[in-house]
């Protein structure tokens, strides 16, 4: 098994890392030790067993199921978390080829089916970037898990995944793409971003609370919101904190 720092490109990303043989979740682990991680340090396991996801909805897997890992980043102005998840998201999708794409905000999608979640959680100025790829389960596990949109590396590609090697690769693309979003906003990163997007053109349902609107998803703005133009010619500015977006025809379509 190659070891992750002989993987790398990156300066500053994972290049202190730690492979946990188990962990109940690397989110919550990264949080806890905020004072003690070094920017751009990474923590990593193929089992983790109490994840959670947007709106505290859990995320579990069997043990090598799942590739969860959290980086640890410092000196992060409040303006720059908002549009970090989508930067994230872009980093996955660009680090897994061409096919990957993206659904707004920060779905990564393969397939047709979810292949990646990622949550960014902050506290002052330090965030706890998590990614949740999918590896190894069967499209029969996520049915009988009740998310039957989701699917794997192992589906789509028909070989087992190397956790390193798609670790190394995610880290890989991130740095450049975090480097720019940083120095420039979510504008000098929007173009790559928009070229994955499934989301924009398409019919979108907009749930908040307890009220859904249904329109067509026309634009990312460069503070990463989204422009939807509902059928009485309104305009709505979407938030990825406020609202939920899926399609009309299915998950992400």
């Known amino acids: 098994m190659e070891k992750l720092a002989e993987l790398l490109t990156t300066k500053y990303l994972g290049r202190h890392s730690e492979l946990l043989q188990s962990c109940p979740s690397t989110n919550n682990l990264a949080k806890e030790r905020f004072a003690e991680l070094e920017h751009g340090a990474l923590i990593y396991t193929t089992n983790q067993f109490a994840g959670k996801g947007r ?19 410092h000196n992060i102005a409040p303006q720059q978390m908002a549009a970090l998840t989508l930067c994230t998201g872009l980093a996955v999708a660009s680090a897994l080829g061409e096919e990957a794409q993206i659904k707004w905000p920060n779905d990564v999608i393969l397939g047709g089916g979810k292949l990646c979640g990622i949550l960014c959680e902050g506290r002052i100025s330090s965030v706890a970037v998590g990614i949740g790829v999918n590896l190894k ?8 898990n009740g998310i039957p949109h989701a699917t794997s590396l192992l589906i789509q590609r028909g070989c087992e995944p190397k956790a390193e090697h798609i670790c190394a690769n995610i880290l890989n693309a991130f740095e450049p793409l975090l480097e720019a979003y940083l120095q420039g906003g979510f504008a000098a990163i929007k173009k790559s971003y928009k070229a994955r997007c499934i989301t924009l053109g398409r019919e979108v349902r907009v749930v ?16 990463g919101t989204l422009l939807v133009a509902t ?6 500015r979407i938030d990825s904190g406020e609202a939920s977006v899926r399609g009309v025809y299915g998950y992400a379509f």
């Open 137 to 144: 389960q069967s499209a029969e596990q996520f049915k009988q």
């Open 208 to 223: 908040y609370k307890s009220t859904e609107l249904q329109g067509t998803a026309v634009y990312v703005n460069d503070d």
């Open 231 to 236: 059928g009485d010619g309104a305009m709505l």
């Open 55 to 73: 709106n505290g909805k859990a995320w579990e897997n069997s043990a090598g199921d799942m590739l969860a890992m959290t980086l640890t980043l």
